[in-house]
Each structure stands twice: as C-alpha cells, then as structure tokens.
C-alpha cells in the first residue's frame, strides 16, 4: 500500500500538468491574432534576421538558424504556432537546439525572447 500512494500521485501529476492553462515564458508567446498574422510575422522576421531553415506554413512551423555568439556556436530553433482552443488564443512556442557544443550558458531562453519581441514589433508594423 506505501508503494501505491506515491506511483498514484506521479500519474496524476502527469495526467493533470497538460491539463493546466498555458503560461507565456522566455520560450512561448501568446497572441490574439490569427495564425495565419502570427505566421506571417514570425517569417517575416526570420527572413529578415536569420538564416531560414525551413517553413511548413500547412503546419505552422517554421525552423531556422542564428548566428555565432559569445555564449554560443548558433542555435537551430523551431518555431511551432498553434490555436489550442476556441478562445481566440494564438500560441507560439520556440524550442532552440545547441549546435556542436555542449553548453549554451542560457542563449536559448534569450534568443527566444529576442525573437518573441521582434515579432511583436513586426505585428506593430502590419
């Protein structure tokens, strides 16, 4: 019985943290615009100030590259625009990836936000 306690506990941590509202963080904005005016800026930016990897506008990803810094060899970041519900919330997540190092010393969070607010001016703009 002391066994079970804990292992239930862990599942309904599980099941109930996706559950939860979304948070905007370092790594993920919230909008209330269209996908399709999210996309158009975020691209719009990429095509601007970075190195465009590859944009799937049917699934609303868009992947790109930065360039070298002093805390980092460049990032590969992935940019993902979703509507999780009918509330008119836009959502746009970035998951940046290390290329060939080992240690980024928190460059993700901050080109994240860098481009987070670059798309929030380019929204400004249209």
Not at 14 to 37: G, I, W, Y
Not at 72 to 92: A, C, F, H, R, Y
Request: aromatic share 8%.
């Amino acid at each position: 019985m002391k066994r079970i306690v804990p292992a239930v506990a862990l599942v309904f941590l599980f099941l109930v943290q996706p559950l939860a509202a979304q948070k905007e963080s370092d790594k993920d904005a919230m909008f209330q615009l269209t996908r399709a005016e999210v996309y158009d800026a975020a691209l719009a930016v990429v095509k601007e100030h970075y190195t465009l990897v590859a944009a799937v506008r049917e699934e609303d990803v868009i992947t790109y590259q930065t360039g070298y810094s002093l805390t980092s060899n460049g990032l590969q970041v992935t940019v993902n625009i979703e509507e999780p519900n009918d509330k008119g919330e836009v959502w746009m997540h970035l998951r940046p990836a290390k290329k060939q190092q080992l240690f980024a010393w928190g460059a993700g969070g901050r080109a994240s936000k860098k481009f987070i607010g670059q798309v929030r001016d380019q929204l400004k703009k249209t």
